[in-house]
Antibody
């Protein structure tokens, strides 16, 4: 079955850019009809949808983060990536990648295990 | 943006009891595009219900969901020890997709 795995630095300095990659295994980003998504969760808090990308590069972002977020896809590597610029302590969170349901159904399954990113100098 | 309000914040129950969780949307959620997730400490959320009432693959039938207008309900008919966790609702009827703040189901 499809599995997702996040990777990237666990520590980012304030004002810098957070960069994460999600590697998909057990299925191909380029052959399915799914969107691929990033979600984050600050410690002890709820979940926030960051944005999503389709295999052709079409994206949608949460307006609350839109000016700082870029999501890209590399179908040759079966990966998609998140960049979040000008980070502050408020961006400290566990970041999850996930697959959306078929044809833009916006439920998420499966999820990666998550990766903690701390913003601190 | 559609705001989802979950209640109660915490539900204290014993194994074998019935758990009923609520999720109220600030506006209509088209086509009942609402999902429920379970999250245990240190784990990613797990999809349980989508389309307000459809169980995801492999989810036991003790988990169920329903919808009535802007009110959504999630029920665990008989709590098993592994069901004690935090539950989130999520809407995907209007962008941006949003989540409720969660309901913790704890052992009484």
């Amino acid at each position: 079955q499809v599995q997702l795995q996040e990777s990237g630095p666990g520590l980012v300095k304030p004002s810098q850019t957070l960069s994460l990659t999600c590697t998909v295994s057990g299925g191909s980003i380029s052959s399915g009809s799914h969107y691929w998504t990033w979600i984050r969760q600050p410690a002890g808090k709820g979940l926030e949808w960051i944005g999503r990308i389709y295999r052709n590069g079409n994206t949608a972002y949460n307006p609350s983060l839109k000016t700082r977020v870029t999501i890209s896809v590399d179908t040759s590597k079966n990966q998609f990536s998140l960049k979040l610029s000008s980070v502050t302590a408020a961006d400290t969170a566990v970041y999850y990648c996930a697959r959306e349901g078929l044809l833009g159904s916006g439920w998420f399954d499966p999820w990666g295990q998550g990766t903690l990113v701390t913003v601190s100098s | 943006e559609i705001v989802l309000t979950q209640s109660p914040g915490t539900l204290s129950l014993s194994p074998g009891e019935r758990a009923t969780l609520s999720c109220r949307a600030s506006q209509s959620v088209p086509s009942s595009y609402l999902a429920w997730y379970q999250q245990k400490p240190g784990q990613a959320p797990r999809l349980l219900i989508y389309g307000a009432s459809s169980r995801a693959t492999g989810i036991p039938d003790r988990f169920s969901g329903s919808a009535s207008g802007t009110d959504f309900s999630f029920t665990i008919s008989r709590l098993e020890p592994e069901d004690f966790a935090v539950y989130y609702c999520q809407q995907y009827g209007g962008s941006p997709w949003t989540f409720g703040q969660g309901t913790k189901v704890e052992i009484k």
